[in-house]
């Protein structure tokens, strides 16, 4: 309940009696579960992320066994999250904008959100044996965000379409890595 309406609303802009009355229930109920407004945007974060990582992973699972396949599922995952009629951006990047004090919640869980992504990204270039698995995933991350960017300023049929066909550009352009590494 809260997080559609942080997500929907924007989270300074909703107010715990809000919340309250949407769920039916008193703001000191929730106040009783989580000591400020600042714990339940932290807690809204944390399960966003629990809730992408599991999409990250089922897609990555589904897609077989190449590395290659593999990340190309991820922007597939990603394009279809920007399709939808409800896309008003990454949850994690509207956060950091929202909440810029690192030692926030909200913060902190957005940085390991986006931790998390950046290091699967780089897991998964690393299998590709190509000569600088970072440098690759450092570009693939460019795009990942940029996908959501442009998703949100442009929707689905602005730049945000061609991200999948820029991260096969990159993955192709990538070079093996030598016999002596």
């Not at 929730?30 to 399960?47: H, I, P, Q, T």
Request: hydrophobic residues 45%; glycine residues 8%.
């Amino acid at each position: 309940m809260a997080g559609n309406l942080f997500y929907l609303r924007g989270i300074r802009a909703t107010g715990v009696d809000l919340i309250a009355a949407e769920a039916g229930v008193a703001p000191t109920t929730l106040y009783r579960l989580f000591a400020s407004k600042d714990d339940l945007v932290g807690a809204y974060v944390e399960r966003a992320d629990l809730d992408f990582r599991g999409r990250f992973t089922a897609a990555v699972e589904e897609a077989g066994p190449d590395p290659r396949d593999q990340i190309l599922a991820v922007f597939d995952m990603v394009f279809a999250e920007v399709s939808t009629a409800t896309f008003r951006g990454c949850k994690f990047l509207m956060s950091l904008a929202e909440f810029p004090e690192p030692d926030l919640p909200a913060h902190h869980n957005a940085v390991v959100a986006k931790s998390w992504t950046k290091v699967r990204i780089r897991e998964l270039t690393d299998q590709l044996g190509v000569e600088d698995p970072d440098a690759l995933a450092d570009h693939l991350m460019l795009v990942f965000e940029g996908l959501h960017a442009s998703g949100q300023s442009f929707g689905p049929d602005g730049p945000a379409k061609r991200g999948r066909g820029l991260a096969e550009r990159l993955l192709a352009a990538a070079a093996p890595r030598s016999n002596g590494s």
